[in-house]
């Protein structure tokens, strides 16, 4: 029943009332990654697809799973370990089901 990204749970559901879709890294954190580039002086065409391709990535998810996502106070923001060079989870664009336990499988 779903296309793309999907979690193993939200595969199993059929009722389209109990999954929700959703941004894999938060419109926040995409639009602080845009302004990045704006204050680094780095706006180009390219570069801005480049980021956009990059980080705008959708997923279904089961509604009890986004709420796994708010109670981690996850639904808007990326760990810390996302922003930090040289950490394991550094720009890991999967990170917030990672440390949810929400799996993820490609449809």
Avoid at 92 to 104: C, H, P, Q, S
Wanted: with cysteine.
């Amino acid at each position: 029943m779903w296309k793309g990204l999907v979690s193993v749970n939200a595969q199993k559901e059929t009722n389209r009332k109990l999954v929700v879709k959703e941004h894999v890294v938060p419109l926040k954190v995409i639009v602080s990654k845009l302004k990045e580039l704006a204050d680094n002086n780095q706006t180009s065409l390219e570069k801005i697809a480049n980021c956009i391709d990059k980080y705008l990535i959708f997923a279904t998810i089961t509604k009890s799973e986004d709420d796994l996502l708010r109670k981690a106070k996850l639904n808007s923001k990326m760990p810390v370990g996302f922003y930090e060079k040289g950490h394991e989870l550094f720009e890991d664009k999967f990170v917030r089901y990672k440390v949810a336990n929400i799996e993820l499988i490609q449809t």
